[in-house]
């Protein structure tokens, strides 16, 4: 009897129309074109500018295309995870109202924080699912509204972090193909490092931590560079190494967008080659838990059945690993 494994079968995405260049953020804090491209290696992010709307809508927008491009109902889909560190409403499930909104009618829904893991978790999460065999078709979406906890006066965060959407279908296979190994790692050494101060149990929300700016994302840019480096790295080049892969083996490397000097130390540690990398932090900054499934939305024609890829990711908490997958199908 063949082992089942799960995996991706449609990839989905959405990013908003308004583009926020790093021209446009030179009229806005301290900062220029040139500082921002060599530090970071963005030059525009996107960001969600439509009434009333969350990360839910970019979520259900993300479903919608792949459901549209698998040619299936949502009604097939079993379970729906949205991967976010920015829901739309503390407590009430973003997930449940995605799934609803798109017609995904015989799904449970749940949502999953990791912050920019998420997505990583996420896959493993399916996976597991997927491969107990209870269910079939698993819709993992990863999105953030980013620009809804960003302080636009803040020139250490306001420049990395954009909005978008990603989604993917993991399905049952037996021809061994998709999620192979997973190595997930957390530390609560890094709770300081990266954060927003209030808004949650420890400090609810008040008239002062609103007066005080206490809402927005806060970062140790240091402190949170030296971790991500040597963390995905290592994460990277050990799940190479247990599989017995080497840089020749491996035709992709995935890498949270976070940072382009933080993507070239992780791709110098597993050796693999420049034009091996999925890159697009250029166009959309750090989108969180969207980076990795808008790498596959993006890269999709350029993804061969039986190419193995490596993902890998970094985010606050701290929460970082990598998952090594064997890709399912020929756009």
């Not at 709307?53 to 970019?58: D, E, I, L, N, R």
């Not at 209870?134 to 972090?161: H, N």
């Not at 993006?298 to 701290?318: M, R, Y």
Request: proline letters at 2%.
């Amino acid at each position: 009897m063949k082992k089942t494994t799960a995996a991706i079968t449609a990839v989905g995405g959405y990013v908003p129309d308004f583009v926020l260049s790093n021209k446009v953020l030179e009229t806005m804090v301290d900062t220029n074109d040139e500082w921002i491209t060599t530090r970071t290696g963005i030059k525009e992010r996107r960001i969600l500018k439509e009434e009333n709307a969350g990360t839910s809508f970019m979520a259900i927008k993300a479903a919608e295309d792949l459901l549209h491009k698998r040619g299936i109902e949502a009604s097939e889909i079993d379970f729906v995870l949205v991967a976010t560190a920015t829901p739309d409403l503390p407590v009430a499930s973003t997930a449940a109202y995605v799934a609803s909104e798109i017609g995904a009618v015989n799904a449970f829904a749940y949502d999953l924080q990791a912050a920019c893991s998420s997505f990583l978790y996420g896959m493993s999460t399916a996976a597991s699912y997927i491969e107990s065999g209870r269910y079939k078709k698993v819709l993992v979406i990863g999105a953030d509204k980013m620009s809804s906890i960003i302080d636009y006066t803040d020139r250490t965060t306001c420049i990395i972090f954009g909005d978008g959407a990603g989604a993917v279908l993991f399905e049952p296979n037996e021809e061994g193909l998709g999620l192979q190994d997973e190595y997930l790692r957390s530390d609560g050494i890094g709770r300081q490092f990266l954060k927003i101060d209030a808004g949650g149990s420890i400090l609810p929300a008040s008239e002062e931590t609103v007066k005080n700016k206490q809402h927005y994302v806060y970062q140790d840019g240091k402190s949170v560079f030296k971790f991500a480096v040597s963390n995905m790295a290592d994460v990277s080049a050990l799940i190479m190494e247990r599989n017995n892969l080497t840089k020749d083996d491996v035709q992709w490397l995935a890498p949270h967008q976070a940072n382009k000097r933080i993507i070239d130390a992780t791709a110098n540690r597993m050796g693999v080659e420049a034009d091996k990398v999925l890159i697009n932090i250029d166009r959309y900054g750090n989108t969180t838990s969207a980076t990795l499934p808008l790498l596959l939305y993006d890269f999709e024609k350029q993804l061969k059945k039986g190419d193995n890829i490596i993902f890998a990711a970094f985010g606050g908490g701290f929460t970082w690993g990598s998952i090594y997958l064997k890709w399912a199908y020929n756009s």
